[in-house]
């Protein structure tokens, strides 16, 4: 029961990642070049890499404890610099829009 717990859980988060890169691209042309531009290239790349990254959860059992440990602790980092580059996009549209 708990394997096919976990099989439905990364099958359903794989699922969202693909949603989520397509409105990534599907935006990349409406979005404006100079800083939102490049900030929106760098968000691209990190959800095409969380995209890849959740492809290879599946495959966890198979991989030895200190890869699944590095990939974890990727997972952690670069998650935190696309939330940082998330809140500065938000705070400098908010920060346009309000001026």
Known sequence: MEANL???I????IAVMLVC??????LRSKIPG???GKQWQFLTFLVTLFTLGYFITPFFTLLPANIINLIVALI????????LITVR?????I???TT
């Open 95 to 97: 920060e346009e829009l």
């Open 10 to 13: 990364n099958v359903a988060a």
């Open 21 to 26: 890169l397509y409105l990534v691209f599907k």
């Open 89 to 93: 996009l938000i705070y400098r549209i």
């Open 76 to 83: 952690f980092f670069f998650g935190a610099i696309y939330v």
């Open 34 to 36: 100079g800083v939102v």
């Open 6 to 8: 976990i099989v439905v």
